[in-house]
């Protein structure tokens, strides 16, 4: 059976850093697309970062470029999302997914999400 399961979530003051974990089973994800994805209270799920099997392409939304940094080891099945100069609109559940397609294609594969909460 395939798992994503996120961890790293939690309440954290404006400024501060988390770091986000996706460990996947029931497959290997290595040659897999994997990406983070957000959905807060009212709004529609966004792409925040994407990265593809080796690396060698990643993709960032504007609202995160600079601050958010995608990573991937494959010899564990895991993907990174390190969060820095976290804002008060980073508030939301965030999602890791899979896909054989695009970055920026559909998923196919996807976690149950963890809270990110930011105080002001």
């Known amino acids: 059976q395939v798992q994503l399961v996120e961890s790293g979530g939690g309440l954290v003051q404006t400024g501060g850093s988390l770091r986000l974990s996706c460990a996947a089973s029931g497959r290997t994800f290595s040659r897999y697309v994997r990406g983070w994805f957000r959905q807060a209270p009212g709004k529609e799920r966004e792409l925040l970062a994407a990265?593809?099997?080796?690396?060698?392409?990643?993709y960032y939304a504007d609202s995160v470029k600079g601050r958010f940094t995608i990573s991937r080891d494959n010899a564990n099945n895991t993907v990174y999302l390190q969060m820095n100069n976290l804002k008060p609109e980073d508030t939301a559940v965030y999602y890791c997914?899979?896909?054989?397609?695009?970055?920026?294609?559909?998923?196919?594969?996807w976690g149950q999400g963890t809270q990110v909460t930011v105080s002001s």
């Open positions: 990265i593809n099997w080796n690396g060698g392409t990643t």
């Open positions: 997914a899979a896909t054989l397609r695009g970055v920026t294609a559909q998923y196919d594969y």
